[in-house]
């Protein structure tokens, strides 16, 4: 497998919301653009970031069919198709791969804690439903409540359509033995935005995080450098980026909230809010925003 098409920087995507707070296509077409014309690998779609796990099915699709048909064949487009039960999983894996996706992805099964050997099989069954696209394990423990181990992550590479994981889970050795045991033609993402220099340092194929989208050019700048040998440089970057998550976390509405304010000061795009129960902005938070983005034009000024 070539694996160049997942080596780079790729942004989870947000959800765009109307005013209303029903998807907006229009709104997701257009953060698809804005991306592809910053220059980034791809997109991750579907995601955390995405706030997959308040939409339904039906809406799922809505966003993806919008991205595809915006930036499909200009960008790797990893779609993330897990829910919480295998029926609707492997609805929208049928989906995706119809759609012409390059991967899916999917964490284990929330809420209930499944045996190795269950998750195996949920995953089987969504990889199953797209027999044809490659499948990326989605390793979050600190949401899903389960780990990826080194024996399941085995029993996984008997599908020939498995290929890599997407690791969020904060160990950067976890990186290290992912792609160890998967050898060099498998992708391992990393997943923390605080630590994408430590994460390409250990042997991550690329970065995939849901800070990205807010403030590309910083991410896009860790790649150049590292790769051009300029560590110190890019450990510099990241340091700034970390400062910056800080500060957005700081204020009382949700992350997401956060950025997508940010992107509507900064270029005009307007995402919407979060969907409930994410908490949306509250007034003093519009101090945090503004201070945010002139962290990051003033990083970007510096670095870029």
Same mark, same amino acid.
């Given at each position: 497998m %070539?694996?160049?098409?997942? #080596?780079? +920087?790729?942004?989870? &995507?947000? *959800?765009?919301?109307d005013d209303a707070g029903s998807i907006s296509p229009e709104r997701t077409r257009a953060l698809a653009r804005h991306l592809l014309d910053k220059g980034v690998k791809g997109l991750y779609v579907g995601g955390s970031s995405g706030e997959c796990i308040y939409q339904s099915v039906a809406e799922r699709k809505v966003v993806l069919e919008n991205v595809m048909a915006e930036v499909g064949g200009k960008l790797t487009i990893i779609a993330h198709v897990a829910c919480n039960n295998t029926a609707d999983?492997?609805?929208? $894996? !049928?989906? $995706?791969e119809g759609l012409g996706v390059d991967a899916i992805a999917a964490i284990p099964p929330i809420y209930f804690h499944l045996p190795p050997y269950g998750i195996a099989g949920y995953w089987n069954d969504i990889s199953a439903a797209a027999p044809s696209t490659d499948f990326i394990i989605y390793n979050?423990? #600190?949401?899903?409540g389960v780990s990826? =181990?080194?024996?399941?992550? *085995?029993e996984m590479q008997k599908n020939p359509k498995v290929i890599g994981v997407k690791n @969020? @889970? /904060?160990? =950067?050795?976890?990186?290290?033995?992912?792609? %160890?045991?998967?050898?060099?033609? &498998?992708? +391992?993402?990393?997943?923390? %935005?605080?630590?994408?220099?430590?994460g390409l340092a250990i042997g991550a194929t690329g970065g995939i995080g849901g800070t990205y989208a807010v403030m590309p050019e910083l991410f896009l700048k860790i790649w150049e450098l590292f790769y051009a040998g300029k560590v110190e440089k890019a450990a510099a970057v990241q340091n700034e980026?970390? !400062?910056?998550?800080?500060? /957005?976390?700081? *204020?009382k509405g949700n992350l997401y909230a956060v950025m997508k304010a940010i992107l509507k000061k900064q270029y005009g795009l307007n995402l919407g809010g979060v969907r409930a129960p994410l908490p949306n902005l509250t007034e003093? %938070?519009? *101090?945090? +925003?503004? +201070?945010?983005?002139?962290?990051? #034009?003033?990083?970007?000024?510096? &670095?870029?």
């Open positions: %070539d694996i160049k098409k997942y #080596q780079g +920087v790729i942004p989870a &995507f947000y *959800a765009c919301y999983s492997q609805e929208l $894996a !049928r989906h $995706a979050i423990p #600190q949401l899903a990826l =181990t080194p024996s399941l992550l *085995a @969020s @889970s /904060m160990p =950067t050795q976890d990186i290290q033995m992912w792609k %160890d045991q998967g050898g060099s033609n &498998f992708v +391992v993402m990393n997943g923390p %935005d605080e630590q994408l220099v430590s980026i970390c !400062r910056i998550i800080y500060k /957005m976390c700081s *204020a003093a %938070d519009s *101090a945090v +925003v503004h +201070v945010c983005s002139d962290m990051i #034009q003033a990083a970007i000024q510096k &670095f870029c």
